[in-house]
């Protein structure tokens, strides 16, 4: 079976215990993202802080309704992004994106993705790419919007 | 007590079926569940497809050459062979692209001038239950036109709720549509009453057949619907073809929808002048191959009977309805039996969202539909984000019933629920 191949325990425990969900307060964007396929939807919201003229990422909240993939996602997501500066998590959701779009044959740099290399696996599965991304695809809008907004 | 007697050789007609013979996931033999979305084709679609590229493929209703006039009589043999099929007249069949393309036609038409024409004001009646492919059209053409779309409501239970039906159409009600078999519930609306009921004000009818006509015998008349829409790739046809049947006097005082060639009179720069229905609403060169592939599906469909398919899916509904209410943690969307219900059976798994239940059933090579199967508003007002549907036809087998409910207690497992 290679059920195990994409359903990693990371993902499975993530799934469970979904880190930094909840919505907060302040928060400087908001958006709602939908699959039009299935109905999965995220609402999540971004804060940022000025850090030596640098944007950083202070916080990501989310609250979503999705299968295992996209819950685990996002949680994995939030670890991630929280308190490096946009550029470098730009880069990190960059890397993902391209991990998703390696159908099965990506080599991920676990330095760089580290807990969301478990989901190599998902990238063989095309109705399933778009779960991993949902969380990833708001927190980039919301990152745009945020800094839209400082500008 | 099923209304018609089970006489179907599954086994004999899924040796008709050259993509039930293929392995899936893991060497896994294919458990396809989900003909609800589209069906499996036989061999004799197949060559009925294939003949006609071969031997009679010219542009159909134009040209002067012989393949042009095998052409032709392939398509309006197709024709007439859908019509008797409905119990309808020949000149009441439209080719469209799909069902969904069939209702656009209607909604386009009662926006055009003519004596349709919907007004501000006048009201549009269709149902919470409906597929997207029967709700956004009326959505659209109330906002083309002011008019205001209302909707009946479904039961906890998944029935549509007929209790205010008669003050829900109004002598202001142009429009009645209605799903004739649920995509998601399977249930079948008694479309027969509502149309007698909207016609008492004065109100057309249309009933998405896409769910019924595969499944169920389906005469028009005894439907006493105006329109009823279908497509044939989930009757065992071809993709690319559907059908719109309408009664004759209103196709013809709809204004055309699509133009081109075709469907024309007599073009002059300064305006045209169209064709009577049908062709008046098929521009365009004529899907012949897939005309030819419909027709073969009803000669299919019609050698098992309409009674036997019917009974044969009400056998296999019952099984899997009796078989998943057994499973903690599994609850039915729809009703719980079979009364008034086809064989389309969604669910929810508690503890396991359905994308990941139908991951592990694919896994196991049981093919089903995960998500909201393009019925959302249904979804909402049933308090599901998503849900699991099988869905059952002539070749599905309670084998597979029972592999599917297997599978249920795998993903179970998997996921530590249940």
Not at chain 1, 106 to 122: K, S, Y
Not at chain 2, 124 to 141: G, K
Request: some cysteine; glycine content about 10%.
């Amino acid at each position: 079976m290679q059920l195990e191949s994409m359903y990693q325990d990371i993902i499975l425990d993530h799934y469970r215990n979904p880190h930094h969900k909840g919505l907060r307060d302040p928060f400087d964007a908001e958006v709602h993202h939908v699959n039009p396929v299935c109905g999965d939807e995220v609402t999540l919201r971004i804060t940022l802080k000025d850090v030596g003229g640098e944007a950083v990422v202070e916080d990501v909240s989310y609250d979503s309704l999705g299968c295992s993939i996209s819950q685990a996602s996002a949680s994995v997501m939030s670890d991630l992004v929280i308190g490096k500066p946009v550029g470098e998590a730009m880069t990190i959701s960059q890397a993902f994106l391209e991990l998703m779009q390696s159908k099965g044959e990506g080599e991920p740099d676990e330095g760089v993705l580290e807990d969301a290399v478990a989901f190599a696996g998902v990238s063989k599965y095309p109705a399933r790419i778009k779960c991993a991304l949902l969380g990833w695809m708001a927190w980039k809008d919301a990152t745009a919007r945020a800094m839209e907004g400082t500008q | 007590m099923s209304a018609y007697p089970e006489h179907l050789d599954v086994e004999a007609v899924r040796a008709d079926f050259p993509a039930l013979a293929r392995t899936v996931r893991n060497d896994k033999p294919l458990v396809y569940l989900d003909s609800g979305a589209t069906s499996q084709k036989p061999v004799q679609v197949l060559d009925a497809e294939r003949s006609c590229y071969e031997l009679h493929n010219g542009a159909a209703h134009r040209g002067t050459h012989l393949l042009g006039e095998e052409a032709t009589d392939v398509y309006e043999g197709a024709r007439a062979k859908v019509a008797a099929f409905l119990g309808a007249g020949a000149g009441e069949i439209v080719f469209t692209k799909n069902a969904t393309e069939a209702i656009n036609l209607v909604a386009y038409a009662l926006s055009g001038p003519g004596r349709l024409q919907v007004r501000p004001g006048d009201e549009i009646l269709i149902t919470e239950m409906e597929h997207h492919a029967n709700l956004v059209p009326w959505q659209q053409l109330c906002e083309r036109t002011g008019a205001t779309l209302r909707w009946l409501t479904v039961t906890p239970e998944g029935r549509l709720d007929l209790d205010h039906l008669d003050s829900m159409i109004t002598g202001r009600t142009r429009m009645v549509a209605v799903t004739h078999q649920s995509n998601v519930t399977g249930t079948i609306p008694p479309v027969a009453d509502i149309a007698r009921a909207a016609h008492e004000k004065g109100a057309l009818v249309l009933a998405d057949a896409a769910q019924s006509v595969p499944h169920q015998p389906v005469d028009v008349a005894a439907l006493g619907v105006d329109f009823l829409a279908f497509s044939a790739h989930k009757m065992l046809g071809p993709y690319g073809i559907g059908v719109l049947f309408g009664q004759a006097e209103l196709l013809e005082a709809m204004p055309p929808f699509l133009t081109g060639g075709s469907m024309i009179e007599v073009v002059r720069m300064e305006g045209s002048t169209f064709l009577p229905p049908p062709q008046r609403f098929e521009p365009g060169v004529p899907a012949v191959a897939q005309a030819a592939g419909l027709a073969a599906a009803v000669d299919y469909l019609n050698a098992l009977g309409m009674g036997h398919v019917a009974a044969h899916e009400e056998s296999l509904t019952a099984h899997a309805l009796d078989g998943l209410r057994e499973i903690n943690g599994v609850r039915i969307l729809g009703p719980d039996t079979t009364k008034d219900r086809g064989g389309a059976v969604s669910f929810e798994v508690e503890g396991v969202h359905p994308h990941d239940v139908g991951q592990v059933l694919d896994e196991l090579g049981i093919a089903v539909r995960t998500g909201h199967h393009c019925a959302w508003p249904l979804h909402r007002a049933l308090g599901v984000q998503a849900s699991t549907r099988a869905s059952f036809y002539v070749y599905n087998t309670h084998d597979e019933v029972d592999a599917l409910a297997d599978g249920i207690r795998y993903a179970q497992r998997f996921f530590g629920a249940g």
